[in-house]
């Protein structure tokens, strides 16, 4: 016999808007969680159209089932179906709608639907979904919109911190350490605190940038207490390789970058790509088992949360429409499927149109791009005889991803993590850097002066007032060869105050010393990152080129090229200082350039009467 379809209902009046509530209510993996779901695991390869097959059990019940893709609406409604293939329940749908209220609040509705496939499922409906989930439901929304309200890291719902035995004084030894290190005491002190306080979720991935974010502190503050707190024993990193389409990670995490390689496949999107410093790989942080043991199985793997990029997903099958109103930030956006060629590129402005067609067609998608408003009304169309999932996606990657590009040019992580290097024979673009090269000036006339031994010990100092500069803004020396130094900048402008800072320092050194002057260039431009002696460097014809470059040098100067006077932070600086530094145009031919000649800037203190 067919038993009817049960269905629930429950509605909530919450402070937060739908906004602020959706990255914890969409977060399914978290409400499964703090509702006390059993873990769920994959039982098979991804489907058409990201359908999955999970299955949980527990100590009573094992089910099976393939899910559908969750549709969403960012950040109005989302929804699942699991059909089961083993277990009482034959299917069930859940439904989350939040509309926003003229207070500023949310009236949030969810409902689930649960068709028994027998007489258990029959029975045990009604008490496991209609009285106990149905408790445990509304108690988690309430929960996430006070801490939507709060804006709170950590968020502690129900779990009880589970320090490792000894922790406690381990703890306050890493703090006594950390704070010697340099580390300041307040951001040494909220980290500790997170470690002992926060939840296993929210523990498993530590994002720096977003914990800066949240403290209001600075970002680069956060990742090099992150780092040192990698080396005193509090944390552990690893290296996530982020799909370009989903930017998922799970599968691909390694723990030294002697596993990262350039190659990568995405089991959720079928894809192989390409893996890059400065957009695929992220380094992210969670407490060393010494300290806390975190335990981050999936309750769920694919709801709006683990793509957060990705404001609307809607499943339709073939011939068939149906309407949606987003919010969307302003931006660019793509519209794309996940087995036709191709996108409609879109672009968010306060000026765009308030409503549009998007037509899945096998003839591919219109060329031009849409402008649309940041709150449209849109016809999702599928004209194809297949069931399309349709993905509006945000193309800006989140700025809050520490990357390897970024990370690796920090003077703090090559100190501390210095064996941290690519497999040999590997090479992996960094996108683009700014290369630093320099050189002492006169330095065998200098010898010959003051004999070998006094002269090395000069170098040694100059070594370190350099590295000093470059540390203090934010880039990382690479290596020295003779008396020369390489160092990379991810911005051109900091490469620029490095080594003008380095230079002033050199020109007026403490009395009794020698001043030096030092031959300068910089340039911008892709690089490759590769091992050099089992240490973390980079080559490619910008690195050639400001070799090059550095020899038109005079000393107590530096040789810009094009590139870096292109960029509009440089520009600004030098407009600003223009009182105190002097810019003059050069004209060069380079050898191996096909006698082609480069227009340069020299930069220099204006000389004092
Ligand atoms: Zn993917």
Known sequence: MTYPEFHYRWELQLQSSPQ????????????????????????????????RLLRFSNRLLSFAWEEDPFDWTYPYRFGVVRRYQTGPIAQMRAL???????????????QVWAQPRNFWGW?????????VSARRFQAAFKRYDEVAQSGAVPITLRHASHLTPGAKRRLEVIRQRLVQDGADPALVDRLVHLVQEADDLT????????LADRWDAP??????????????????????ILCPLCRGASDRVHHTLTDVTSAAHCQTCNIDFHVNFDRSVELTFAPNPAVRAIKAPDFCVAGPQVTPHIAVQQLLPPHTQRQITPILEAGRYRLRTMTLPGGQHVRVTAVGQSQAYFHATNDGW????????????????????????????????????????????LQRFRDLFADE?????EQISVGSLTILFTDLVDSTQMYREIGDATAFGVVMNHFDVLREAIDAEGGALVKTIGDAVMAVFRRPVSALKAILRAQAV????????????????????????????????YFGSTINMAARLEKFSLGGDVVLSDAICNDPEIAEFLTEQQAQLQVEPLSETLKGYDQECFSLWRVGKKIED
């Not at 499964?32 to 769920?40: H, K, L």
């Not at 409906?125 to 209609?130: C, H, K, T, V, W």
């Not at 970002?219 to 996530?240: I, M, N, P, S, Y």
């Open 20 to 51: 602020d509530l959706w990255p914890y209510v969409a977060d399914t993996n978290r409400f499964n969680r703090d509702t006390q779901v059993p873990a769920v695991q994959e039982i098979g390869p991804v489907q058409t159209n990201a359908r």
């Open 96 to 110: 989350l709608e939040m509309t926003p209220q003229s207070d500023g609040g949310t009236q949030l509705v969810y």
């Open 123 to 131: 029975i045990g409906i009604p008490l496991a979904i209609g009285r």
């Open 203 to 210: 523990l498993a991935r530590i994002r720096p940038y977003h």
């Open 219 to 240: 970002r680069r503050d956060v990742l090099e207490l992150a780092l040192l707190a990698t080396r005193a024993g509090l944390l552990d990193f690893q290296w996530e």
């Open 366 to 409: 219109p060329p031009q791009e849409l402008e649309l408003a940041p709150v449209p009304s849109l016809q999702l169309v599928n004209d194809t005889d297949e069931e399309q999932l349709l993905i509006l996606e945000r193309m800006v990657w989140s700025d809050q991803a520490a990357t390897a590009a970024e990370v690796t040019t």
């Open 421 to 425: 290097a690519l497999r040999p024979g």
């Open 506 to 537: 050199l020109a007026k050194p403490t009395p009794g010393q020698r001043p030096l002057r030092l031959r300068a260039a910089l340039h911008y431009g892709p690089s490759i990152a590769v091992s050099l002696n089992e240490q973390l460097d």
